[in-house]
């Protein structure tokens, strides 16, 4: 079992930046790539960015690319999410995932454990 807690939600500016973090307990958390996805009101819950157990391979959803960039620390047990240039329609609950180690999921059900959520509001 993998227990995920994201935290560094917030409401920004348009075009500011937002850094997220999740932190991992529970099984070693080297073992899991990780994923950020995102869910708007009234919207399905979409893929935003994934990053495999080593860190050196990353995944972006288009609409994110160039604007996010997810990290991670196995140390520390602490995947991030660096939001910058910030847009009304990045607005959504942002939740962290844990999934197959060596590949980037982009699907919901390709994740094992899941966090609770934390609230991204973009205003004008």
């Known amino acids: 079992q993998v227990q995920l807690v994201e935290s560094g939600g917030g409401l920004v500016q348009v075009g500011g930046p937002l850094r997220l973090s999740c932190a991992a307990s529970g099984r070693t958390f080297s073992r899991y790539g990780m994923g950020w996805f995102r869910q708007a009101p009234g919207k399905e819950r979409e893929f935003a960015a994934g990053?495999?157990?080593?860190?050196?391979?990353?995944v972006y959803a288009d609409s994110v690319k160039g604007r996010f960039t997810i990290s991670r620390d196995n140390a520390k047990n602490t995947v991030y999410l660096q939001m910058n240039s910030l847009k009304p329609e990045d607005t959504a609950v942002y939740y962290c995932a844990a999934g197959p180690p060596q590949r980037v999921g982009r699907r919901s059900d390709e994740y094992y454990y899941w966090g609770q959520g934390t609230q991204v509001t973009v205003s004008l």
């Open positions: 990053i495999v157990w080593s860190g050196d391979y990353t």
